[in-house]
């Protein structure tokens, strides 16, 4: 495989993003499309179709091609772990035989929702999902995008070792009427298992009947959940190869679907199988997610930019930035190709984000007169979530497409306090509507963005590694083992004695 020629596209020219649009009466047809009821404007970043056409070529030379094949044929491309990487087929888009166990899966899960809701495990009414990281933030997405219209149980999803979050949940809820989801793909997360027991002890000191007969197991490890003590029955399985920042497609999403309805949950999955077969299907000129790995890549590698900030112009969306937080850095943030070696070059971008208008009164002052170089993305949604007067959401709106525009435009001024520098680049991500479908293809559309970045890096997005090392620390630290550095050892003392 020939090496990556960055070349072409570091030594391309720097119009502005005004002259950009200037010299291009196409520009905005040739740069934003509409995807599975999204509409992707890539118009106000510098890509041009000759930028694209490069990017195009450097992911030929990065064997792209072959790369997303073997992630949808549920080859090992987490090469560190051994490991396919079988999001996809969770919604019915990878190699036949992982599609038939994801669909497994899925109806076992629909049938204890089923007997759930026949009252077999009590008149419930409250679900305590606890997971952390990818156990958590994406069910918790899914439930705080769409469940602003009503939900059919209360759901309170606790991540944080910290009392503080279990007690605050435990508040709200009457344990007689309550099921307890323990969502860990590995089964063995302490944060997530002291949680557990402390919610069993909640269940027992309220006098319920058989605690660990409430208890829901959401796990890729289903030995270490009997182990601990869940029946066989109650527990609801997915693969090893579904990684955990890619799994609320899987039974991982069991609060959203209980919350939301089986139906909903279908039409997420069939959203993101929309966006799947894009992503598999579409020229890299009109391919959503190759686009923003683009752009991405772009700023990152030529431009210098070190983080990019997403912005959600929807309350519903709130979350959005922390899921992409994990997705993004988690799976890019490595200094090492898959085989090893040193990159030697920035790796992803930091994402960090907030929702707007908020942000706008709080941190967009850096954005559009700081020194550092922010692509930003703006997130909004046509169809607003309120049934108050059309001004919110039209304000709302307005704003974060004035953003956009101030961002590009910028506004010369003979006092450099009041002067704007322009040429700063965003995206805007518009959706139709936010129902489940949109929200599958979107997630969809970020996981791929991931992966194409990664590609072209040549980095491996399914590992986790460098989460390990505090972990075993901490570890350590709770068996007595004090020995670490002075600073270390005088705050445990200081902090627990
Ligand atoms: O689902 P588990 O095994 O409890 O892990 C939770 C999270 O912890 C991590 O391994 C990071 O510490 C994430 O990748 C994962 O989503």
């Given at each position: 495989m020939p090496v990556p020629d960055w070349s072409p596209i570091e030594s391309a020219p720097r119009p502005t993003l005004t002259e950009l649009f200037a010299a291009d009466d196409n520009r905005l047809a040739a740069l934003a499309h509409d995807v599975a009821g999204i509409q992707f404007d890539f118009a106000k970043t510098h890509l041009t179709p000759d930028l694209v056409s490069a990017f195009a070529t450097l992911a030929e030379q990065a064997g792209f091609a072959d790369k997303r094949a073997a992630l949808f044929g549920g080859e090992a491309v987490n090469v560190t772990e051994g490991r396919a990487a079988e999001h996809t087929a969770e919604r019915g888009e990878g190699a036949a035989a992982s599609v038939d166990r994801a669909r497994a899966q899925h109806q076992r899960m629909r049938a204890v929702i089923d007997a759930i809701e026949a009252e077999a495990f009590g008149p419930i009414r409250h679900v305590l999902h606890i997971g952390i990281g990818g156990s958590a933030l994406g069910p918790e997405l899914l439930v705080s995008a769409l469940?602003?219209?009503g939900m059919r149980y209360d759901v309170a999803i606790v991540s944080n070792v910290d009392g503080v979050a279990l007690e605050t949940a435990l508040d709200q809820?009457?344990?007689?009427?309550?099921?307890?989801?323990?969502?860990?793909?590995?089964?063995?997360?302490?944060?997530?298992?002291?949680?557990?027991?402390?919610?069993?002890g909640w269940l027992a000191e309220a006098g319920v009947d058989d605690p660990y007969g409430r208890v829901i197991a959401l796990t890729a490890n289903p030995e270490k959940a009997v182990?601990?003590?869940?029946?066989?029955?109650?527990?609801?399985?997915f693969s090893d190869s579904v990684g955990g920042r890619y799994s609320l497609w899987s039974s991982i999403g069991f609060p959203a679907a209980m919350a939301l309805g089986w139906d909903a949950f279908e039409e997420l999955l069939e959203g993101a199988a929309a966006m799947d077969r894009h992503f598999r299907l579409t020229e890299p000129t009109g391919n959503v997610a190759m686009l923003a790995a683009f752009a991405d890549l772009y700023y990152t590698q030529v431009r210098g930019a070190e983080t990019r900030g997403v912005f959600a112009y929807d309350e519903r969306l709130a979350l959005l930035p922390s899921y992409l937080q994990q997705l993004e850095m988690e799976s890019n943030g490595k200094s090492v190709t898959a085989e090893g070696a040193p990159l030697g070059r920035p790796s992803a971008a930091i994402t960090w984000g907030g929702v707007g208008t908020d942000a706008q009164h709080a941190v967009f002052q850096l954005l559009h007169q700081g020194t550092h170089l922010v692509p930003v993305e703006f997130v909004a949604v046509r169809e607003g979530g309120d049934a108050l007067s059309e001004a919110h959401h039209r304000q709302l709106l307005l704003n974060a497409f004035a953003q956009g525009a101030a961002l590009m435009a910028g506004k010369p001024h003979e006092d450099g306090a009041r002067a704007y520098p322009g040429n700063r680049p965003s995206t805007t991500l518009l959706l139709d509507t936010l129902d489940a479908r949109t929200l599958g293809a979107l997630i969809a559309f970020y996981e791929h963005r991931t992966f194409t970045n990664a590609a072209l890096l040549g980095i491996n997005p399914f590992d986790q590694f460098g989460v390990e090392l505090g972990k075993e620390m901490a570890k350590a630290a709770d068996a007595g083992d004090l020995d670490f550095d002075a600073s270390t050892n005088e705050l445990i003392r200081l902090a627990l004695g």
């Open positions: 469940g602003h219209e809820f009457d344990p007689e009427a309550t099921l307890i989801a323990v969502a860990s793909k590995t089964f063995t997360t302490t944060e997530t298992m002291l949680n557990a027991e402390s919610a069993l182990e601990w003590g869940v029946d066989e029955t109650r527990i609801l399985p």
